[in-house]
């Protein structure tokens, strides 16, 4: 399943973010405003104040982790 706007649980969120190196407090925001919350990704980097192709760069390494973790599950 892709990761898709609303449709993304906390604890899945916070799982794949464990698997990058994102750390930063105003994107983890901005992901759980668009990710978990539904929001646009206009309206979460207006509120949380950052560019939105930053935004858009860390969504797509979200989705290939994401990706990564899909192809490992047949091996457990």
Not at 3 to 32: D, N, P
Not at 36 to 60: D, M, P, W
Request: hydrophobic share 45%.
């Amino acid at each position: 399943m892709a990761l898709r706007r609303g449709q993304v649980s906390e604890e899945q969120l916070m799982l794949l973010i464990q698997l990058t190196k994102i750390r930063s407090a105003v994107l983890i925001k901005a992901l759980r405003m668009h990710l978990v919350e539904g929001k646009s990704q206009r309206l979460a980097t207006e509120t949380v104040g950052i560019n939105q192709s930053f935004l858009s760069v860390r969504l797509r390494k979200l989705r290939d982790v994401e990706a990564t973790v899909l192809k490992l599950r047949k091996f457990y």
